[in-house]
């Protein structure tokens, strides 16, 4: 998913890539594990890549919140070139604006110049350079061309994990109505095309992160991804052949203060997955009849008056945020995720909202709801793991 808004359809390919991640074979020894720059606004041999690293190190980035987004700092190109792009577990391309750039939005930094960089390098289908295109739900939207370029993660040992012919969307026509400094995406679903496909066996699909409104936090991968210890539950992950690139959980229940809403029954219930995991997007989404049960439970508790709001979202006119209950969701494999405050309730001036919306398309865990937990993703288990963590205070 896009940030702050929904995925209408993935991007339009011409060339069909058949690597995916679940397929990657199972090293024998240990993955090296590094982490990277976040703003919160393929595959080369282990041997080569981790030469480019100290033995031992872990390269790691600082992380940032940008208003509802999440970016990550990454360099591409030869010599490199650093782009802020929007961190995004919905979708699986990399994506930056690109020059020749005549209607691209407005972005903080320049723009990636191919024609600057020896390691650019336009795929061909059928004897021009393949296309692709992406739009999103509200009608933003990216075009452009497909291409390899190295990619460089930069890490404090100061020996960056570099990723020679990665696969990249070099967007020449690009639009978005939700505002950004950031250049692109990069996408981190299961998706072969996505940054933790393009890795490969190296780091066996281990992702983490742990994201926080203020500070910094951090992107994990490999081995540093690996989230254990006291108060950590983790839920089943699922991967549907309807949409096979998304990482699926499945909620069982929500509980508003005393009050447990049961999926049993309702048109919400399944076994196999029902909502998914998006770190770019921003609200929680649940079907609009389970969504119902839920926001009448919260109306049942919260004695306020309720104030005007915008997309459906139920606000009251108070900041007094110890009236209003707690939330916990209930994730088959026993994770039953406590949900703080700011995780669920966002202040707009003089009114509280519930970050909980009703709507019909597909159930989303947002990056609200996720804050202040390390969430790690583990596909060979097939599991999603969350500790309650002062994330902002981890890495400080």
């Known amino acids: 998913m896009s940030p702050a808004i929904r995925m209408m359809s993935m991007a339009l390919f011409i ?3 058949t690597f995916f991640l679940f397929t990657a074979t199972v ?19 282990f041997s080569s890549r981790i030469s ?15 208003s509802s987004e ?48 020896s390691t650019y390098k336009d795929k061909i289908c059928d004897g021009s350079p393949c296309s692709y295109e992406t739009i999103y739900e509200d009608q933003s939207y990216t075009k452009g061309t497909i291409a390899t370029e190295t ?3 930069q890490s404090t040992s100061g020996q960056p994990y570099v990723m020679p012919e990665t696969t990249i ?29 393009q890795m490969g066996e190296d780091m066996l699909g281990l992702m983490s992160y742990c994201f926080s409104g203020e500070g910094t936090s951090k992107l994990n991968f490999g081995s540093n991804a690996i989230v254990s210890g006291d108060g950590t539950v983790a839920a089943n992950m699922f991967r549907k052949k309807a949409n096979p690139n998304m990482y699926y959980l499945n909620l069982d229940a929500v509980s508003v203060g005393e009050t447990r809403i049961e999926t049993l029954g309702t048109q919400f219930q399944a076994l196999d997955g029902n909502m998914i995991i998006d770190s770019g ?13 839920v926001r009448t439970a919260v109306e049942k508790v919260v004695k306020a008056d309720q104030g005007a709001s915008t997309d459906n979202m139920l606000c009251y006119k108070t900041n007094n ?26 202040m707009y001036g003089e009114v509280t909202c519930l970050m909980i919306l009703c709507d019909p398309g597909t159930p989303i865990l947002g990056n609200r709801a996720q804050n202040n937990f390390l969430v790690g993703y583990d596909p060979s288990s097939l599991l999603v793991s969350f500790k309650p963590t002062n994330c902002s205070a981890l890495w400080s």
């Open 15 to 17: 060339q069909i890539f």
């Open 27 to 45: 090293s024998s020894f240990p993955p090296g594990g590094f982490t990277v720059d976040l703003f919160q606004r393929r595959s080369n041999s």
């Open 52 to 66: 480019n690293t100290q033995p031992g190190s872990s390269p790691y980035a600082d992380t940032f919140f940008d």
């Open 70 to 117: 999440y970016f990550m700092k990454l360099q591409i190109g030869t010599p490199p070139v650093q782009i802020e792009a929007i961190l995004d577990t919905g979708s699986s391309r990399i994506w930056t604006n690109c020059l020749p750039c005549g209607n691209c939005f407005k972005q903080s930094g320049p723009v990636f110049d191919p024609s600057k960089s």
């Open 151 to 153: 990619v460089r993660i």
């Open 169 to 197: 969307g070099c967007s020449h026509n690009s639009s978005v109505v939700f505002r950004t400094a950031a250049s692109g995406i990069v996408g981190l679903n299961w998706g072969s095309s996505s940054l933790v496909s």
């Open 281 to 293: 997007t921003t609200y929680t989404y649940l079907p609009e009849s389970y969504c119902d049960k």
């Open 321 to 346: 945020m110890n009236i209003f209950p707690v939330i916990t969701m209930h994730f088959q494999g026993g994770a039953d995720l406590v949900l703080d405050k700011y995780n669920t309730y966002m």
